[in-house]
């Protein structure tokens, strides 16, 4: 990855630019080359990277790790470590509202790169932490079959993470003026994100689903009339 993601399209956007320049130059080899290539490609690219106090895809490769091993483990977790899954995450995400110290952990400013090198490494592991906290209560709810209520919660699940940025951008500028109570900063930042999001959700994105399925019945039924 040539640069740092602002979000995580980044990473899917600079793939799909990058790949079929890289497979049409690689074409002609074989798989170990290929593999052998793009494997010191990316290691060159991280040194460079981190000469310029930027983290690196390496960094995070450990992410698209603890996903595949979820995808190839059949391991279902206890209830018990389910809700210490979901407590633990709660409290390690409210963590840097209430103690200021660590409030570059949130603040969307200064945490691409951060202000102070140590922050940089410091946002990594608790990125990190983050993930394992969450493992047991994501390896639960990708075994257990959705019903209607978990689709729908799903389905507002990706206007709230496009969403969310622009409220947590705003509320960090009007911040720095005001210097609002951490509490209270939550409470409006997180109402106006969910209140955003569910709007788009319900007057933008649904419809458009909506739309979408009949396009696709449709088609099904003119296929089935033909055969």
């Given at each position: 990855m040539l640069l740092v993601p602002a979000w995580s399209l980044d990473v899917e956007m600079q793939f799909y630019m990058l790949f079929p320049l890289l497979y049409c130059l690689l074409?002609?080899?074989?798989?170990l080359i290929k593999l052998c290539f793009i494997g010191l490609l990316c290691i060159g690219w991280s040194f460079l990277s981190i000469s310029w106090n930027l983290l690196p895809i390496c960094f995070?490769?450990?992410?698209?790790?603890?996903g595949m091993l979820l995808d190839r483990s059949s391991w279902q977790p206890s209830l018990r470590l389910l809700r210490l899954s979901f407590v633990g995450l709660g409290l390690a995400l409210l963590f840097p509202y209430f103690c200021t110290d660590f409030k570059y952990l949130?603040?969307?400013?200064?945490?691409?790169?951060?202000?102070v090198p140590s922050q940089q490494h410091i946002s990594v592991v608790y990125d990190y932490v983050l993930a394992l906290l969450a493992f047991p209560y994501i390896a639960h709810s990708v075994h257990v079959k959705s019903d209607q209520n978990d689709r729908l919660w799903g389905d507002f699940a990706y206007p709230l993470y496009l969403f969310h940025w622009i409220p947590l951008i705003a509320f960090s500028s009007?911040?720095?003026l005001l210097q609002l109570p951490s509490p209270l900063?939550?409470?409006?930042?997180?109402?106006?994100?969910l209140g955003g999001a569910w709007l788009i959700f319900k007057y933008f994105?649904?419809?458009?689903?909506?739309?979408?399925?009949?396009?696709?019945?449709?088609?099904i039924d003119r296929n089935s009339e033909r055969r």
């Open positions: 074409e002609r080899f074989s798989l995070y490769i450990g992410f698209f790790i603890l949130i603040d969307c400013q200064n945490r691409e790169p951060p202000a009007i911040n720095f900063f939550l409470l409006l930042n997180w109402g106006i994100m994105d649904q419809p458009i689903d909506a739309i979408r399925r009949r396009l696709v019945e449709q088609w």
